[in-house]
């Protein structure tokens, strides 16, 4: 393996594997999945959303509704760079909906914080999940996320790099040594 690449924590069938079991989880905790919606916090979380949202369905026979979620306004380090916008789509009714925010890599908090409060500008949901493909640790909020594909404890000198397919090239995740990738926050 190439060593600019890190070393590889999660192939693809283990990241597969572990979407299966978060699926199984939110609908074991939401007692079904007909009041649950998913919404994947750009950009790497879409499309894990999209394959959470293809297992539920798999499990359950119901189509959850899935919605991309933009954060980069609400982020709290805008004069640290500037933020490039996508769109948000979440085309359902939120009021009676659990909605489960999806990320890749939960590491602060405040990639979260900052979800939560651009869905709270968009509605009023019966509740906020969080589903996560990678734990990293770290916490700088009272944040925790509610579904865990895997913890990887990281030093502050390393980070973890999802790849997935639709964005990237393959379906994996890695451990890298700051300078290697870009860090996640």
Do not use: W
Request: with cysteine; aromatic share 4%.
């Amino acid at each position: 393996m190439d060593e600019s690449q890190g070393r590889r924590v999660m192939d693809a069938d283990e990241m597969r594997r572990a979407l299966v079991r978060i699926a199984h989880e939110i609908v074991e905790k939401n007692k079904g999945a007909d009041k649950v919606a998913l919404v994947g916090i750009r950009r790497r979380g879409v499309p894990i959303a999209d394959r959470l949202a293809a297992a539920i369905q798999q499990i359950e026979g119901i189509a959850v509704p899935c919605g991309t979620l933009d954060i980069a306004l609400y982020r709290d380090d805008l004069t640290l760079r500037a933020p490039v916008v996508g769109p948000t789509e979440i085309a359902f009714p939120m009021e009676d909906k659990a909605v489960v925010l999806v990320d890749d890599v939960f590491y602060t908090g405040r990639t979260a914080r900052a979800a939560l409060d651009a869905l709270m500008d968009l509605g009023r949901p019966a509740a906020i999940q969080l589903a996560v493909l990678v734990d990293r640790g770290h916490r700088e909020l009272p944040i925790r996320p509610d579904f865990v594909g895997k913890n990887i404890p990281t030093s502050q000198s390393e980070c973890i790099e999802v790849k997935v397919e639709g964005v990237d090239a393959e379906n994996s995740v890695y451990l890298m040594k700051f300078g290697v990738a870009e860090s996640h926050v």
